[in-house]
C-alpha cells in the first residue's frame, strides 16, 4: 500500500500462508523471521518489521509526503505505528488468527480466540478515543500511521466481523476510496 502510495515500481512477492510457505527454505533463507512484511531493496538487503519499513520508504521518498518533518509529527508517528504493530496486532488479532501460539492446550483455543476478540476491541476503542487527527490519525495529514491502522481496521471489519468504533469507521471508509489501496486489494484478490 505504500509502494502503491509512493508510485514506485516494485514486484510483489505473495506467500501461501494456508500452506506454511514461510516456513518453506526457499523463504526462510530470505527472512529467517519467517513473517511478512519484509522488503528487498535494490541493493540486496531485507527489511523487516512494519514499522521499520515504513519509515525508511517513507524517508526515502519525501516526495510522498507519507511522515511528518517536524519532531512532534514523526514521534507521534512512531508511537502510533508500535502500538499498531507491538500490540493491536499480536495482542489482539494474532490471538485470533493463530490461538494455537497462545493456548498450551487445544481446548484452550476457543478462549484464547474470545479474549483476543475481546483485546482488539479495547484496543480500538483506545485508538477511537484518542484520535488526534482529523479523517487521518495524525493532525499533519495521511501518513504511513494511516496505513498501519487500515490493516487492523481491515482484518477487524472483513475477516473478523468486530464493528469499528466511530473514528475508526469514518477512516476505514475514507482509506478504501484511496486509488492506492484500491490498487492494493485487486493486487491481493479482495474486495475493494
Ligand atoms: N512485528 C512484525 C510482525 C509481522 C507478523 O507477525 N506478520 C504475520 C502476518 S500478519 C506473519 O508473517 N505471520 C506468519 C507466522 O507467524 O507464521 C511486524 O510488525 O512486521
Same mark, same amino acid.
Given at each position: ?5 509512493? &508510485?514506485?515500481?516494485y514486484?510483489?512477492? *505473495?506467500?501461501? @500462508?494456508?500452506?506454511? !510457505?514461510?516456513? =518453506? +527454505?526457499?523463504? /526462510? $533463507? ?27 520508504l517513507?524517508k526515502?521518498n ?15 508517528c512512531?508511537?502510533f ?10 495482542? &489482539? ?5 493463530? *490461538?494455537?501460539r @497462545?493456548?498450551?492446550? !487445544?481446548?484452550? =483455543? +476457543?478462549?484464547? /480466540? $474470545? ?16 484520535w488526534r ?34 473514528r475508526?469507521?469514518?477512516?476505514f ?20
Amino acid at each position: 500500500m505504500i509502494l502503491e502510495e509512493i &508510485g514506485r515500481p516494485y514486484d510483489p512477492a *505473495p506467500l501461501d @500462508f494456508k500452506n506454511n !510457505a514461510q516456513y =518453506e +527454505p526457499g523463504y /526462510v $533463507a530470505i527472512n529467517p523471521k519467517s513473517k511478512v512484511p519484509a522488503l528487498l531493496r535494490d541493493d540486496g538487503t531485507l527489511l523487516t518489521e512494519y514499522p521499520v519499513i515504513a519509515m525508511w520508504l517513507a524517508k526515502t521518498n519525501p516526495q510522498a509526503g507519507l511522515v511528518p518533518v517536524d519532531l512532534e509529527g514523526e514521534t507521534r508517528c512512531a508511537e502510533f505505528l508500535d502500538y499498531v504493530c507491538g500490540t493491536v496486532h499480536p495482542q &489482539g488479532f494474532t490471538r485470533q488468527s493463530r *490461538p494455537n501460539r @497462545f493456548a498450551l492446550r !487445544a481446548e484452550d =483455543e +476457543p478462549a484464547v /480466540v $474470545a479474549q483476543g476478540r475481546e483485546l482488539a476491541v479495547k484496543y480500538m476503542n483506545v485508538i477511537d478515543s484518542g484520535w488526534r487527527g482529523d479523517t487521518w490519525v495524525l493532525p499533519g495529514g495521511y501518513s504511513i500511521a494511516d496505513s498501519a491502522l487500515f490493516f487492523i481496521e481491515h482484518w477487524a471489519a472483513r475477516r473478523f466481523n468486530i464493528p469499528l468504533p466511530p473514528r475508526l469507521a469514518t477512516h476505514f471508509a475514507a482509506m478504501l476510496a484511496r486509488p492506492a489501496v484500491k490498487r492494493t486489494l485487486e493486487l491481493e484478490g479482495l474486495p475493494t
